[in-house]
T-cell receptor
């Protein structure tokens, strides 16, 4: 399976600032996904990022708040903009490989 | 109505017993079904997928699918303390790659 490196692993940020999360894959993949997981809850899909096209956002998530870049088939970034304490969560990137998805280690974000 | 429903648990079983985890889904067009295991503080890892009615076995794990009842289950035989984790049921609909995750069932295997 693909090896996914995600960074930072955790960060503590101030309200109103932005954080960019990076996801690097060791092989070329068509589809990458960004999820959010609140403590004790399941995964919520933020957006699907395909190389060469705009990301597709799920209901409740907008590009101005969560801009995504996908410059090539091995890399993507998710920015959490103008953060508030409600954005405190774990953010995960994943890739589609075969029949399932494989996840990065996640970024644990705390917003003060 | 939630799209993928699971009992949150916790489900507690003794070591060596069979753990049975259940999941129902609402979209009859769903075609692929997955079980992910998530240890505390870690990211989910894929352990099983199934797309045909019936059983699929892989080692100590058996996934069962009944599309008529919109029901998926995961059986873990000879449960070990290392199986203690949250198990997420996930469903893909309509041939696309969008995956809907259930909230997960916490499993505790007591030594």
């Amino acid at each position: 399976s693909a090896v996914i490196s995600q960074k930072p692993s955790r960060d503590i940020c101030q309200r109103g600032t932005s954080l960019t999360i990076q996801c690097q894959v060791d092989s070329q993949v068509t589809m990458m996904f960004w999820y959010r997981q609140q403590p004790g809850q399941s995964l919520t899909l933020i957006a699907t990022a395909n190389q060469g096209s705009e990301a597709t956002y799920e209901s409740g998530f907008v590009i101005d708040k969560f801009p995504i870049s996908r410059p090539n088939l091995t890399f993507s970034t998710l920015t959490v903009s103008n953060m508030s304490p409600e954005d405190s969560s774990i953010y995960l990137c994943s890739v589609q490989e075969g029949f399932g998805q494989y996840f990065g280690a996640g970024t644990r974000l705390s917003v003060l | 109505q939630k799209e993928v429903e699971q009992n949150s648990g916790p489900l507690s079983v003794p070591e060596g017993a069979i753990a049975s985890l259940n999941c129902t889904y609402s979209d009859r067009g769903s075609q692929s079904f997955f079980w992910y295991r998530q240890y505390s503080g870690k990211s989910p890892e894929l352990i099983m997928f199934i797309y045909s009615n019936g059983d699929k076995e892989d080692g100590r794990f058996t996934a069962q699918l009944n599309k008529a009842s919109q029901y998926v289950s995961l059986l873990i035989r000879d449960s070990q303390p290392s199986d203690s984790a949250t198990y997420l049921c996930a469903v893909n609909s309509g041939g696309g790659f969008k995956t809907i995750f259930g909230a997960g069932t916490r499993l505790f295997v007591k030594a």
